[in-house]
């Protein structure tokens, strides 16, 4: 027998050593939760879960930011419903200072009230913030490098022939879309008017087939033989009328054509002056901007994940209704339709708007089904099971015991050899 050495002591202590150490981590996994708590844990398995958290970090906070995305979205969309409300009461205006029972009072008092509407537009698209940023003033539009010249497009006219393909066109052979002949004869007057920043200019012409005509082609529409200064030029693209204005950018767009036509006796054509008249914009006037304002939302977890949100400018000179002037019958018809393009120009907005925040909602609905599939997958990698980590401690708590009353055991083993030694 040996006493030097107690071996049995030794193995019984470590065993369980081996089953107190396992014991406490299955004690440290239940209390935290975790299978992983430390790198040594599982090492992969540790790299792998933090790689997860973080894009589900990223994921959540994407939420958050395309939140925030649609509610500034929707604070610039409720503001221009107001600016269309206010277009809307504008074309009243225009509309009744239009009718000639009004007196030249009357109209004066429906002109300060259309300044005031005007300035209530630029008020508007001055003050509209969100988290102090202005979404109106055209802050957060595209970047323009060069002034941009408005255009209007009519709709398809004819001659006899076809299609119109140039300029040099007789009026007197122009047809509407359908091919019946507008009757412009000789002896018509021709009636251009169009608004230029807030200005109504007028001019007029006698039509072909009179001794000294100024108005006898397509292209006469726009020259100076009205005794004016054009502003713009007139061109035929695809068999439509395209007016472009002369001066690039806002101060120099031509706003609400009209022209009318009338025969001889002073009646007026209502074909040729419909057809003639079935403008609209197809190229909207814009002033140089040197930097891009378009918002970036981060709308997901990593690098470039993103959309831009651009708003152009919604104020009154940008939609055209600037010094907008109704004090005449006939500026009040002009007037009229310079309103429905800006109403338009409203629209278009709004409608963009929508699309965008209806875009988020379904972004932020992907991003929260992204978290919650990512959040799944990095519990099973790093939660513990709670069932099987309760069997492994339970295992590991009696086998400690165990092994613990064994070293009580072998610890009185020695004893025997006191015997011997009687």
């Not at 509610?71 to 009744?96: K, Y």
């Not at 007029?204 to 397509?218: K, L, N, P």
């Amino acid at each position: 027998m040996i006493i030097n050495h107690n071996l049995m002591a030794n193995n019984a202590l470590r065993n369980m050593n081996i089953n107190s150490n396992s014991a406490a981590k299955s004690m440290q996994k239940l209390s935290s939760g975790l299978r992983i708590n430390t790198a040594a844990d599982d090492a992969a398995g540790l790299a792998i879960s933090e790689k997860m958290r973080g894009q589900i970090n990223g994921l959540n906070q994407a939420s958050s930011n395309a939140q925030d995305g649609n509610s500034l979205i929707q604070t610039a969309e409720g503001a221009l419903n107001e600016t269309h409300s206010i277009l809307q009461r504008m074309r009243t205006l225009s509309v009744q200072s239009a009718n000639d029972t009004n007196t030249d009072d009357d109209r004066t008092q429906l002109q300060s009230e259309m300044a005031q509407l005007e300035d209530e537009i630029d008020t508007i698209g001055n003050t509209t913030q969100f988290n102090t940023k202005n979404l109106l003033d055209g802050s957060m539009s595209k970047q323009v490098k060069d002034a941009v010249a408005n255009i209007n497009t009519s709709a398809v006219l004819k001659n006899a022939s076809g299609a119109i393909t140039d300029v040099s066109d007789d009026l007197s052979d122009l047809a509407d879309v359908n091919g019946n002949s507008l009757k412009i004869t000789a002896g018509s007057t021709v009636e251009v008017s169009y608004v230029v920043d807030g200005k109504t200019i007028t001019h007029i012409g006698t039509a072909a087939g009179v001794v000294g005509t100024d108005v006898t082609t397509v292209g006469d529409l726009t020259k100076d033989d009205f005794g004016v200064s054009a502003a713009g030029t007139a061109t035929v693209s695809d068999g439509k009328l395209v007016f472009t204005s002369v001066t690039a950018g806002l101060s120099g767009a031509i706003e609400g054509i009209s022209i009318v036509i009338k025969r001889a006796d002073g009646t007026k054509n209502t074909d040729a002056s419909n057809a003639l008249s079935s403008f609209a914009e197809t190229q909207s006037a814009k002033n140089v901007k040197a930097s891009d304002g378009s918002a970036i939302l981060q709308i997901g977890a990593n690098m470039g994940q993103n959309m831009n949100v651009d708003i152009n400018d919604m104020r009154s000179e940008a939609l055209g209704v600037s010094k907008l002037d109704i004090s005449t019958q006939a500026n009040a018809n002009v007037a009229t339709k310079v309103i429905d393009t800006a109403t338009q120009k409203v629209s278009s907005e709004r409608a963009k708007l929508g699309a965008l925040s209806n875009r988020l909602d379904h972004t932020i609905n992907n991003l929260g089904t992204s978290s919650e599939n990512l959040t799944a997958a990095e519990s099973r990698i790093r939660d513990v099971d709670m069932a099987s980590e309760m069997s492994q401690y339970s295992k590991d708590n009696i086998l400690s015991q165990a092994a613990q009353a064994m070293l009580a055991q072998a610890n009185q083993q020695p004893q025997q050899v006191l015997q011997l030694l009687r």
